[in-house]
């Protein structure tokens, strides 16, 4: 998108670029340097912003139980007592942690699947009705899941008229189902727009030297894709990790439930007094796998959330 | 269907520069095809939110049966038709409840602490994001700490900073140790609304910051640099050239930012916990009629809830000119180059991750 300057508007300015710099340099360096420091001030602001209630989380993770809520910035001793007591036998939050794999890896899965195919018909092919299909899927993304819920929590339950129904409470697809239908959006929107990046002429290229189209796709078009679709997964798995509603309406035994729910219930498993300590342990479990895959891939990630277009 | 029906397309592709290219590589049997890689995703789509939102309307429709069967003497089972009943008792002020807003029907409470949360939350998060945005563009150096820093909030699930707000709003917790004051803050009153608030605009205001940041590198700096020839003030710069240049990038995010604030869940129901009418979203508030049993209401009020999102987002992309689908969506608008349609597609496909960022909350 860039203001292209064309060779005579460089003509007529009569001055090398070099020059140019130099005297833009020369203008701004005293107000640059306020700038440069007042941005840092501005960039350390947002980091602390964003971090301060994270720390504190982690923090309240680390001290010793017996301090109970006590407010000191910096935990001593430093125990990790609560960790200990995340997994102790009462909570069973390791096999919470193995739920939230299952659920959330398959979710992941079939939502590339499904996704990859679709985008790629969105991306490529020229068809009646691709308006109508990208507002489907558009407005899927949009509508609120708390809809879906008396419905499925009817049908799932098997209660009439769905007696005809499985009763899937307390089963991963009673879960992973629904949450496709907000993975499945995402993952469509997010692998179209990467697809569209590469260009038509890569398959062109290898049908003409006798590729049909699906083969074309499979070797040329997906291993270029990889990281557009690396991305998609990693956002897709984040965003199924987190679901709660879903996941807190079917799975009501202590063996199903995922992560998120199971943290929720640890404050009625000790009544009354809220085990604090235990629960930010917990959270700062549940959290931490998914901030080193933020620092490892987080420039993947923008590009994934931003998707594509803007560099 | 491979190379013989690939070679006359790669043609009109590589003369059709600003033309319409009718067809390329894939040329016939591009319908069948299309349909076929679109099945597995609409089949999907129909099945778990299609179907599921058919049954919901139906279900707004009936009633449990409640009480004792006059016929038979047992314990009644099963539901009746109703009607509109289950609409029309919104109105009917059957259950009043005290909340921010004062006495009145929880329907009402649920859907004013909605608007209200919307409303506040949205507004805030977008200043603050487009703060965050201009700063992070000035940077010269440690973008990348700034960006992971910025990720942590949006990759901490909801119900875990639901929980760790909790904490830090406990009433003998940190925020209240550093305001120095001994404010109640989940005791289910006005200041647990403003809790709320403040957890929710410290998750997802990174989030919009991340995004504006994106539309604004797209500006170029000519501009800026005609804009300064000409003598203009950076406020002027900035409401004239930065505001409407990344425009398009922001009404998109807020859209879905409202969207997602509308369907707020995990976070009052962590924090605050459930059956608190001073934060009781519609969302809550239907859930807790569906765990109750009383399928018909709560499929009613979720539908009002899904209109009320329709509306919002008609209304954005009516009055506001969100461009949610991108050009992706209007064959009619088609580019003359492939590669040209991929840029339009920006600004929408910026969107479910939008959605995905505050998950279900």
């Known amino acids: 998108m860039a203001i292209a300057t064309t060779p005579q508007q460089e003509q007529q300015s009569r001055l090398s670029q070099s020059e140019v710099a130099e005297l833009a340099r020369a203008k701004q360096s005293p107000k640059a340097l306020i700038g440069m420091i007042a941005s840092y001030v501005g960039m350390a602001l947002i980091v602390i912003y964003c971090i301060i209630p994270f ?6 993770a680390l001290r010793d139980p017996s301090q109970g809520r006590s407010t000191a910035f910096i935990p001593n001793p430093v125990s990790v007592e609560n960790f200990g007591a995340v997994f102790s036998g009462q909570n069973g939050f390791g096999r919470s942690l193995v739920n939230s794999v299952i659920v959330s890896g398959t979710t992941t899965v079939l939502t590339l699947l499904f996704g990859i195919v679709a985008a790629y018909a969105l991306a490529r092919l020229q068809f009646k009705g691709k308006g109508a299909v990208l507002w489907i899927i558009m407005a899927c993304s949009m509508f609120p899941l708390i809809i879906l819920i008396p419905a499925l929590l009817k049908m799932f339950s098997s209660t009439p008229p769905f007696g005809w129904f499985p009763n899937w409470i307390n089963t991963y697809q009673a879960v992973i189902i629904p949450g496709l239908s907000f993975g499945l959006p995402l993952a469509v929107w997010n692998l179209t727009a990467f697809f569209k990046q590469l260009p038509v002429e890569l398959e062109q290229a290898a049908m003409v030297d006798g590729c049909t189209p699906g083969v074309a796709f499979r070797k040329v078009i997906l291993p270029l894709a990889a990281p557009g679709v690396f991305t998609t997964a990693i956002i897709v798995f984040i965003g199924s990790w987190n679901e709660f509603l879903v996941a807190l309406t079917f799975l009501t035994q202590q063996n199903r439930q995922t992560a998120t729910v199971a943290i929720s219930k640890f404050t009625g498993t000790t009544g009354f007094d809220t085990p604090y300590g235990t629960i930010m342990a917990a959270g700062v479990v549940v959290t931490v796998p998914l901030l080193v895959a933020v620092l490892f891939f987080q420039r993947r990630i923008v590009a994934g959330l931003t998707a594509g277009g803007v560099k | 269907m491979a190379t013989a029906t690939a070679e006359p397309s790669t043609t009109t592709v590589a003369t059709s520069d600003g033309h319409k290219p009718k067809k390329n590589a894939f040329s016939d049997g591009q319908q069948r095809l299309a349909w076929i890689l679109l099945a597995p995703t609409l089949i999907v789509i129909a099945v778990v939110a299609g179907i599921p939102v058919v049954i919901s309307i139906r279900e707004s429709f009936f009633r449990a049966n409640t009480g004792v069967d006059p016929n038979t003497g047992l ?69 990348g700490i700034v960006r992971a820093g910025i990720l942590v909030p949006w990759a901490i699930p909801t119900i875990v900073s639901a929980l760790m707000w909790k904490l830090i709003f406990d009433s003998s917790g940190v925020m209240n140790r550093v305001l120095g004051r001994q404010i109640l803050w989940l005791a289910d009153n006005g200041s647990s609304f403003w809790a709320i608030v403040i957890a929710d605009v410290w998750k997802t205001a990174p989030f919009i910051g991340l995004l504006t940041l994106a539309g604004l590198q797209t500006i170029p700096a000519e501009v800026y640099e005609a804009a300064k020839v000409d003598g203009a003030t950076t406020w002027q710069q900035f409401t004239r050239i930065t505001l409407p240049l990344v425009k398009p990038t922001l009404v998109v995010a807020v859209l879905f930012r409202t969207l ?14 459930p059956g608190k009418y001073h934060v009781e979203t519609l969302s809550i508030f239907s859930y807790q009629e569906a765990a109750a049993t ?36 209007m064959p009619k608008k088609k580019r003359g180059k492939k590669t040209d349609a991929g840029d339009g597609a920006a600004p929408g496909a910026a969107i479910p991750g939008l959605e995905m960022a505050g998950g279900a909350h």
Request: charged share 15%.
């Open chain 1, 55 to 60: 720390y504190w989380m982690v923090v309240s």
């Open chain 2, 75 to 143: 314990i009644a089972s099963g539901d009746s038709f109703v009607g509109l009943k289950n609409f029309t008792d919104i109105f009917a002020g059957l259950n009043d409840v005290t909340g921010t807003f004062g006495t009145m029907d929880r329907f009402w409470n649920a859907f004013l602490n909605t608007t209200g949360f919307t409303v506040v939350c949205v507004v805030l998060e977008t200043v603050l994001g487009v703060i965050m945005a201009i700063i992070m563009s000035k940077a010269f150096r440690g973008r």
């Open chain 2, 260 to 273: 997602d604030t509308l369907r707020m869940f995990d976070l009052p129901w962590g924090m605050i916990g």
């Open chain 2, 294 to 329: 009383r399928y018909g209401q709560a499929a009613a009020y979720a539908i009002v809830l899904f209109a009320y999102v329709l509306l919002i987002a008609f209304l954005f992309v009516k009055v506001l000119g969100a461009d949610v689908i991108g050009d992706t969506g």
